[in-house]
């Protein structure tokens, strides 16, 4: 079930937000937002770092971490009347995306809706593939060959090998000059990952899942383990979180990659000179057609334009919601 949490403030402001894993986000906020009633939304700060200190002692699920912030956020920027990309220093708000797949069966079904993708805009693509080594040789080797040689390629490996097969299959993305190797293997292992650095040239895209927001990334940096760094709202504390992150990487030479859609990544990826691209996952045929026309985000011709209205973007039915609410807390 999904989840939709509303802050309402003393100035009439009403922040939002949905989520899934609903029923564990109200249990959450059954049990621990309401020592937030009488917080001042606009100190970010503040409230990040209080919510910190809950996980302490809750171990609060990733998605869930960020959630106040994110809320706070949607808050403070229709407080400023300013888009949340340029409270948060405004980089670009034209952002390409790359067309992300989710894992399809069978080697047809990825050339067409990839080639379907090309052919509507998109210049970068990455590949959630079947972790057998090679079968995923077989695939992104045709994706090259499918896209041509000017186009970004990455390579998502969901955390699936050890570090011997990992070796093995980035050097084949290597000589396909694929833009980045992502999360071959888990990623509580890090001396797995600096022995994979050290041997490879191609860039390993990293920490993306793992627990402790920047304090988590730092270790990765000083220890060598990734060559990229990963960051999002969503596994890395809202988008107060996020923003460390991305400038932890960037204080290091290194390019934080915004990981997931949504609204929150989109205005993180507007806001940030170190980050490529967007993702936009691609389901089916009829789903890639409508990019173009979804009402959140939409991606025309391979591009996100980042939303300039102030909020996150989100617009609620708020009768609606309360008609359908199975429960309310």
């Given at each position: 079930r999904t989840a939709v949490i509303r802050m309402e403030t003393d100035s009439g402001i009403v922040g939002a937000v949905e989520t899934?894993?609903?029923?564990?986000?109200?249990?959450?906020?059954?049990?621990?937002?309401?020592?937030?009633?009488?917080?001042?939304?606009?100190?970010?700060?503040?409230?990040?770092?209080?919510m910190w200190e809950v996980d302490r002692v809750e171990e609060i699920h990733m998605r869930s971490l960020g959630l106040l912030d994110i809320l706070c956020w949607d808050?403070?920027?229709?407080?400023?009347?300013?888009?949340?990309?340029?409270?948060?220093?405004?980089?670009?708000?034209?952002?390409?995306?790359?067309?992300?797949?989710?894992?399809?069966?069978?080697?047809?079904?990825?050339?067409?809706?990839?080639?379907?993708?090309?052919d509507l805009g998109f210049k970068a693509f990455k590949l959630h593939a079947w972790g057998d080594v090679k079968r995923d040789i077989e695939l992104s080797t045709n994706?090259?060959?499918?896209?041509?040689?000017?186009?970004?390629?990455?390579?998502?490996?969901?955390?699936?090998?050890?570090l011997v097969t990992s070796l093995e299959f980035g050097r084949v993305l290597e000589g396909e000059n694929f833009l980045w190797y992502e999360e071959p293997m888990r990623e509580f292992d890090l001396t797995s990952y600096v022995k994979l650095t050290e041997q490879l040239s191609i860039p390993v895209l990293a920490c993306e899942t793992s627990d402790g927001c920047h304090w988590n990334a730092a270790m990765w940096i000083d220890m060598g383990a990734l060559d990229m760094m990963r960051t999002s709202t969503h596994y890395k504390g809202g988008i107060t979180g996020a923003m460390k992150v991305a400038h932890l990487a960037e204080a290091h030479g290194m390019?934080?990659?915004?990981?997931?859609?949504?609204?929150?990544?989109?205005?993180?990826?507007?806001?940030?000179?170190?980050?490529?691209?967007?993702?936009?996952?691609?389901?089916?045929?009829?789903?890639?057609?409508?990019?173009?026309?979804?009402?959140e985000l939409p991606i025309v011709d391979g591009i996100l334009h980042a939303p300039e209205t102030p909020g996150l973007g989100h617009e609620f039915d708020w009768e609606a919601i309360e008609k359908t609410a199975v429960h309310v807390v």
């Open positions: 899934k894993r609903g029923d564990a986000v109200v249990d959450l906020v059954r049990r621990r937002y309401h020592e937030f009633i009488g917080e001042n939304p606009l100190l970010t700060e503040r409230l990040w770092n209080l808050v403070k920027s229709k407080q400023a009347q300013m888009p949340v990309y340029q409270m948060l220093g405004g980089d670009n708000r034209i952002v390409p995306a790359y067309a992300s797949t989710v894992t399809w069966p069978t080697m047809d079904e990825y050339e067409r809706y990839i080639k379907m993708s090309r994706l090259r060959k499918w896209v041509g040689p000017d186009a970004d390629l990455m390579f998502d490996g969901s955390a699936g090998w050890d390019r934080a990659q915004v990981h997931g859609m949504g609204y929150g990544n989109a205005h993180v990826c507007a806001a940030i000179p170190n980050n490529d691209y967007y993702e936009q996952l691609i389901f089916s045929e009829a789903h890639v057609r409508t990019l173009a026309g979804q009402a």
